[in-house]
């Protein structure tokens, strides 16, 4: 019974010392700090983008439309006589 306890409490023991190793590693930080700044910028830009992407494809889709009009005319005046 004794050689239990004492084998639990080494167990114990060298769990502690992982997790204290583990939680003075800052490897890595600096990555996790950079990608949490990334994303904080990122996701309300994605929210803005799904809930008005209607009125962004209407507004791209106009001045597609506008540029393919004006290109259609300076290709007309160009080739006019032909």
């Known amino acids: 019974m004794i050689g239990l306890v ?3 409490a080494m167990r114990l023991k ?3 010392r992982h997790l204290k190793r583990l939680h003075a590693d800052e490897r890595g930080a600096q990555g ?3 990608l949490l700044i990334i994303a904080a910028i990122v996701l309300p830009l994605l ?3 799904i809930i008005f ?3 962004i494809r209407e507004w ?3 001045i597609w ?3 393919r009009g004006e290109a259609e005319e300076t290709e ?3 080739f006019g006589d032909l």
């Open 6 to 8: 004492v084998k639990r």
């Open 14 to 16: 060298r769990l502690g």
């Open 32 to 34: 996790l700090e950079l």
């Open 47 to 49: 929210g803005l983008l």
């Open 53 to 55: 992407r209607n009125e």
């Open 60 to 62: 791209v889709v106009g």
């Open 65 to 67: 439309e506008r540029a």
């Open 76 to 78: 007309d005046e160009f």
